[in-house]
């Protein structure tokens, strides 16, 4: 499916959609129908001092420019763009998960007992990584192996900052090119719970 990315500019505000041209096209015909106030309403940071009411759009002059701090509105409102992207994935087609000397993907992940979706990522993360050697490992195979083992799909890019943030078992610097950490490997190679033989 084909991308698309919009830069949009006004004053000091800056507003990027990117994700499915389907997507990026809906979003930015909602901003042109409904104005930017939409968009500011969403974020309860961006007050008036007196009695805690939200701005209005900002309608900057030459002279006059919004007084709301531009830098944070705008992580905002590229945080809010991307969580709406992240939900749509692909499968990715040509990934293997079932080696002819290796162990499949669904044996590796059925050797232990993953629990929530820390323990899920890391798990995947590992064998992509550790087994099947792969490099550049995106998203996008992360939700082909959610698919493969049968696992309700989260919010993945979120699910994987949250490993990053409250376990520190996978590197999420670069979505695109995911890394297991040191961390992650201990967990998987000496802590993690593995199911009893039957």
């Not at 930017?36 to 900057?60: C, H, M, R, W, Y």
């Not at 040509?94 to 323990?119: A, C, H, Q, T």
């Not at 490993?163 to 967990?187: A, P, S």
Request: hydrophobic letters at 25%; a positive charge; glycine letters at 6%.
């Amino acid at each position: 499916m084909s991308e698309l990315k919009i830069k949009l500019r006004y004053g000091d505000f800056k507003i990027e959609l990117e994700g499915e041209k389907e997507t990026v096209q809906s979003e930015f015909k909602s901003i042109r129908e409904n104005g930017l106030g939409k968009i500011f309403d969403s974020f309860p940071e961006v007050k008036t001092a007196e009695k805690g009411q939200k701005t209005k759009t900002p309608n900057p002059t030459k002279s006059e420019k919004p007084k709301t701090e531009s830098k944070k509105t705008e992580s905002k409102i590229r945080t809010k763009k991307r969580s709406t992207n992240s939900k749509s994935y692909r499968l990715v087609s040509d990934l293997n998960l079932r080696p002819k000397d290796e162990k499949s993907l669904e044996e590796f992940y059925n050797e232990y007992s993953v629990g929530n979706n820390f323990e899920r990522n890391i798990t995947i993360l590992y064998y992509l990584r550790r087994v099947l050697k792969l490099e550049g490992i995106g998203i996008n195979h992360i939700y082909t192996c959610y698919k493969k083992v049968g696992a309700k799909i989260p919010n993945i890019y979120q699910s994987l900052a949250d490993t990053k943030n409250r376990k520190g078992w996978i590197d999420t610097t670069n979505m695109d090119d995911l890394k297991v950490t040191v961390q992650g490997e201990n967990y998987i190679e000496h802590e993690a719970e593995k199911k009893e033989a039957e």
